[in-house]
Structures are given as structure tokens and as C-alpha cells.
């Protein structure tokens, strides 16, 4: 029995021979290893360096640069002029740098996996994906109109505006017509209502007229009282002042709108009324001079200009209405006289220069009593269509034959839809240039 040498007994252990190497180790001295002259921007600055040594690093991040450094997203500054509005998607190509960490000039960053970089838009250019989707936008269907008659007005009611069946063809050509009621007016558009015989409906007419533009229309309205007699355009709207056209010109102080509104009176349409002489005691009549020097000032203020003639067309003031007018308003009665009378007014239109005003007159048959009219209105229209520009016939109606103030909400509809048809006719000539060259209207009459 043996011992073992960690302690324990073996029996049949064979005695341990000690390690004997087959080579023995060679010993390695110093002058067999290789001198190398290290870096010296690599091993530590020493003071008997030579002048030409490199300066050392002042940092790690300089001393060891890495391979790649990530740059860094700038800030947008106040001047770029994309800044909130600019893609997500955007971002700066990083620069690429080179082994002393110094960015290259017009080079792009090569990836690890030498992948193409994609091309990004210019900081100063939008994104074509951007303008893109913005071209795309749509507007959102918008909701029907709503109807104001009918059986279709019944149903949006009874549903509590859940059922809108939307507008009747009737609503739809109303509609349009107050399309062609608000076409724009550069300057001031002068209308004159007139006719030869009296009793017919001028006066009425002027303010169911001038109403209809003032109801639909956004701009300034007003209706002149050119009548040299005693006037009744002011009772038809109510009366907010006692001053006259007569008191307009003599009013040194006009120098803006509120001026001249001190002047007029309004309807609840917004049609402003300015009046004739009343005063009975006044022997000097309304002149053409004086209709020039009303328009003069009346011009820089209001957009459209209506003015209700007397009758007859011999008068002084006459001449100087249509000289200033862009288009006429004719108005005559469905009767065998007041045709004829119209008539008689165009001829003598023609025989005395104003033959650009007959191709732009509107001719407006007013009914003064109810029921059908004597003449046959289609053969009537027609006649009349041959020389002038449109034909309307204005229904009778129990609120306009009281004489009386006039409110739109008191028509009755076919009228209130005769004199939206009346003016569409009228507002046709807006954009057009009436008056011929060989007309002398000067732009400007200065106030004397």
C-alpha cells in the first residue's frame, strides 16, 4: 500500500515520475528584440522633443477621433423661411470626414454597408411630396340650401332639418337672378326712370327698384328726386330728415359719407332717399345745373345711382339726366296710351343723339288694377324687344297701390320676383361701357 501524496491511499499505485521538458527553454535577451521609434503623436510629450513635434491633444475626442463621428441636426434659425412648415421626412445629409475628423466639402457620409444615401430637397425648396399633397386637397361637400317654400319647406320643418330635399327649380332661378342682381360696379352706375305720361307707376317703380338692389346687394344705394315740381319719391320710404336736394348743395361741409347721409332718408331695405323741393314758396326749379353739381357729389359715395324723372322730356333738368345715365328704365301702363307713349318716348331718343341709352333701356309695364290687361302683353313684349334690351311686366300688387311707404315683405311674390327680374336686366350693363365716345361726359364736375 502506498501514500498518496494529496492524502489518501491507492492501492497498485504506481510511484510518480517528475516532468522532465523534451526542449529545453531558451532564454531571450533584450538586444534580440526589435528597436521600433514609436509615433510621436502617439507616446508622451517629452521636453527634449524637437520644435517640429505636434502639438499634443488638448482632449481625449481629439487625441483618439473615432472613425465616424454622427453629426448633429442644427436648429432651424428664425430666417429660414420654412421653419414649422418644413417635411418630417427632412433631415441634413451628414457631411463625410476624413481621418483627421475634418469635414469634406460637397461629399456625402458612405455608410457601413455602402447603401445609397437618398437624395433630400434643399433647405430653400419645399418637399415635391409636399406640394403634392397639398394640390390633393378637396373641399368638403357642402350642405344642401335650404328651401323656403313649399311642400319642400314643410318637410325641413317637420324633420327639425334632418330632411332637406334642397331647392325647387322655381328657388334655383331666383337664385340665379340675384346672382346676376350683385354683379360688381366699378365707379358709380347711373339709372334714370322716366316716362311720358304720368299716373303710370315711375315714381313706384323707382323704389321697388332701387330696393331690390339695396336688399341684395352690399353696397350704397340711393334714389334722387329730380322731379322740379313737388316730388313724391320721399313718402315712400320713412322720413328721417327734413333736407332737400336743394339743402345738399348748399352745404358747405361735404367732405365724407356721413355728410351726405344727414341728407337722406333710409328704408328698411337700406335705399336711401334723397328729396326734392317741397316748399312751395321756392320759384327757382330744379335745373340741370343743379342735377350736374348732385351727382358730382353724390358720386364719390354711393355705387349706384337711380333718379326719378318728371314727366316729359323738354325740361331743363332732363338734359342733364341723360347725359349723366348709363342706362333708362321705361315705364309704361298695359293700355293702348301708355304704349304708345313709350314708343313715342324711344323715337325721340333716337331723333335727338341718345340712340346708345335706347339700346340700354328696360322697359317695365306696371299693372295699376288687378285682373288681365286689356292688350295682348305677348305681342306687346314682343314689339318692344325689337328695340330695347329687355321687357318686365310688374303684377299688380294691393301694398305698392296704397301709395304709401313700400316694404319688400308686404309684396306679394310674383312682385317681389318681377322686380328681382327687372333688376337682373338692369345689372346686365354693369360691365359694360355705355356711353359712346361722342358723348362729352366729363368724369369730374367740380362744385361751384
Given at each position: 500500500?502506498?501514500?498518496?501524496?494529496?492524502?489518501?491511499?491507492?492501492?497498485?499505485?504506481?510511484?510518480?515520475?517528475?516532468?522532465?521538458?523534451?526542449?529545453?527553454?531558451?532564454?531571450?535577451?533584450?538586444?534580440?528584440?526589435?528597436?521600433?521609434?514609436?509615433?510621436?503623436?502617439?507616446?508622451?510629450?517629452?521636453?527634449?522633443?524637437?520644435?517640429?513635434t505636434?502639438?499634443?491633444?488638448?482632449?481625449?475626442?481629439?487625441?483618439?477621433?473615432?472613425?465616424?463621428?454622427?453629426?448633429?441636426?442644427?436648429?432651424?434659425?428664425?430666417?429660414?423661411?420654412?421653419?414649422?412648415?418644413?417635411?418630417?421626412?427632412?433631415?441634413?445629409?451628414?457631411?463625410?470626414?476624413?481621418?483627421?475628423?475634418?469635414?469634406?466639402?460637397?461629399?456625402?457620409?458612405?455608410?457601413?454597408?455602402?447603401?445609397?444615401?437618398?437624395?433630400?430637397?434643399?433647405?430653400?425648396?419645399?418637399?415635391?411630396?409636399?406640394?403634392?399633397?397639398?394640390?390633393?386637397?378637396?373641399?368638403?361637400?357642402?350642405?344642401?340650401?335650404?328651401?323656403?317654400?313649399?311642400?319642400?319647406?314643410?318637410?325641413?320643418?317637420?324633420?327639425?332639418?334632418?330632411?332637406?330635399?334642397g331647392?325647387?327649380?322655381?328657388?334655383?332661378?331666383?337664385?340665379?337672378?340675384?346672382?346676376?342682381?350683385?354683379?360688381?360696379?366699378r365707379?358709380?352706375?347711373?339709372?334714370?326712370?322716366?316716362?311720358?305720361?304720368?299716373?303710370?307707376?315711375?315714381?313706384?317703380?323707382?323704389?321697388?327698384?332701387?330696393?331690390?338692389?339695396?336688399?341684395?346687394?352690399?353696397?350704397?344705394?340711393?334714389?334722387?328726386?329730380?322731379?322740379p315740381?313737388?316730388?313724391?319719391?320721399?313718402?315712400?320710404?320713412?322720413?328721417?330728415?327734413?333736407?332737400?336736394?336743394?339743402?345738399?348743395?348748399?352745404?358747405?361741409?361735404?367732405?365724407?359719407?356721413?355728410?351726405?347721409?344727414?341728407h337722406?332718408?333710409?328704408?328698411?331695405?337700406?335705399?336711401?332717399?334723397?328729396?326734392?323741393?317741397?316748399?312751395?314758396?321756392?320759384?327757382e326749379?330744379?335745373?340741370?345745373?343743379?342735377?350736374?353739381?348732385?351727382?358730382?357729389?353724390?358720386?364719390?359715395?354711393?355705387?349706384?345711382?337711380?333718379?326719378?324723372?318728371?314727366?316729359?322730356?323738354?325740361?331743363?333738368?332732363?338734359?342733364?339726366?341723360?347725359?349723366?345715365?348709363?342706362?333708362?328704365?321705361?315705364?309704361?301702363?298695359?293700355?293702348?296710351?301708355?304704349?304708345?307713349?313709350?314708343?313715342?318716348t324711344?323715337?325721340?331718343l333716337?331723333?335727338?343723339?341718345?340712340?346708345?341709352?335706347?339700346?340700354?333701356?328696360?322697359?317695365?309695364?306696371?299693372?295699376?288694377?288687378a285682373?288681365?290687361?286689356?292688350?295682348?302683353?305677348?305681342q306687346?313684349?314682343?314689339?318692344?324687344?325689337?328695340?330695347?334690351?329687355?321687357?318686365?311686366?310688374?303684377?299688380?300688387?294691393?301694398?305698392?297701390?296704397?301709395?304709401?311707404?313700400?316694404?319688400?315683405?308686404?309684396?306679394?311674390?310674383?312682385?317681389?320676383?318681377?322686380?328681382?327680374?327687372?333688376?337682373?336686366?338692369?345689372?346686365?350693363?354693369?360691365?359694360?361701357?355705355?356711353?359712346?365716345?361722342?358723348?362729352?361726359?366729363?368724369?369730374?364736375?367740380?362744385?361751384?
Amino acid at each position: 500500500m502506498v501514500y498518496s501524496e494529496f492524502g489518501g491511499d491507492h492501492y497498485n499505485a504506481q510511484p510518480s515520475t517528475p516532468f522532465t521538458p523534451s526542449i529545453p527553454p531558451k532564454r531571450i535577451t533584450t538586444t534580440e528584440l526589435p528597436i521600433v521609434d514609436p509615433d510621436p503623436g502617439e507616446r508622451p510629450f517629452l521636453l527634449s522633443d524637437d520644435a517640429t513635434t505636434p502639438t499634443p491633444p488638448q482632449s481625449f475626442e481629439s487625441a483618439f477621433p473615432p472613425a465616424y463621428k454622427e453629426p448633429t441636426t442644427p436648429s432651424p434659425s428664425f430666417s429660414d423661411p420654412y421653419l414649422g412648415f418644413r417635411d418630417p421626412a427632412y433631415s441634413p445629409t451628414p457631411p463625410v470626414y476624413s481621418p483627421d475628423n475634418t469635414a469634406l466639402s460637397g461629399q456625402t457620409a458612405t455608410h457601413v454597408n455602402n447603401a445609397p444615401t437618398p437624395s433630400t430637397p434643399s433647405p430653400s425648396t419645399p418637399s415635391p411630396s409636399t406640394l403634392s399633397a397639398i394640390d390633393t386637397v378637396q373641399n368638403v361637400p357642402t350642405a344642401k340650401a335650404v328651401p323656403q317654400s313649399g311642400w319642400r319647406k314643410f318637410i325641413y320643418k317637420a324633420s327639425r332639418g334632418t330632411i332637406n330635399p334642397g331647392l325647387s327649380t322655381e328657388e334655383k332661378e331666383v337664385e340665379a337672378l340675384k346672382e346676376r342682381v350683385r354683379q360688381n360696379v366699378r365707379g358709380d352706375y347711373r339709372i334714370a326712370c322716366l316716362s311720358l305720361k304720368g299716373g303710370v307707376g315711375k315714381t313706384t317703380t323707382t323704389v321697388g327698384l332701387g330696393s331690390t338692389f339695396a336688399s341684395l346687394r352690399g353696397d350704397r344705394i340711393i334714389a334722387i328726386d329730380a322731379n322740379p315740381d313737388l316730388g313724391t319719391l320721399a313718402q315712400r320710404v320713412p322720413q328721417q330728415t327734413n333736407s332737400t336736394v336743394r339743402d345738399l348743395l348748399e352745404d358747405p361741409s361735404i367732405h365724407r359719407y356721413s355728410d351726405v347721409r344727414a341728407h337722406t332718408s333710409q328704408a328698411l331695405s337700406r335705399l336711401e332717399v334723397l328729396a326734392s323741393e317741397s316748399d312751395p314758396a321756392i320759384s327757382e326749379a330744379f335745373s340741370e345745373k343743379d342735377y350736374r353739381r348732385t351727382i358730382d357729389i353724390l358720386q364719390s359715395f354711393y355705387n349706384i345711382i337711380l333718379t326719378d324723372c318728371d314727366t316729359g322730356l323738354m325740361h331743363d333738368a332732363m338734359h342733364g339726366v341723360l347725359d349723366l345715365a348709363d342706362s333708362l328704365v321705361l315705364v309704361s301702363s298695359p293700355a293702348i296710351d301708355g304704349a304708345r307713349s313709350a314708343w313715342s318716348t324711344l323715337n325721340w331718343l333716337d331723333a335727338h343723339g341718345y340712340q346708345h341709352l335706347v339700346k340700354r333701356t328696360v322697359v317695365a309695364i306696371c299693372s295699376s288694377r288687378a285682373g288681365s290687361a286689356s292688350i295682348d302683353m305677348d305681342q306687346l313684349q314682343a314689339t318692344f324687344n325689337q328695340r330695347c334690351a329687355a321687357v318686365h311686366l310688374i303684377p299688380f300688387d294691393e301694398h305698392l297701390a296704397e301709395g304709401s311707404e313700400v316694404d319688400m315683405d308686404k309684396m306679394g311674390k310674383a312682385t317681389r320676383r318681377a322686380f328681382i327680374e327687372l333688376a337682373a336686366s338692369v345689372a346686365d350693363g354693369f360691365s359694360q361701357t355705355l356711353v359712346p365716345t361722342s358723348v362729352k361726359r366729363p368724369e369730374k364736375h367740380h362744385v361751384e
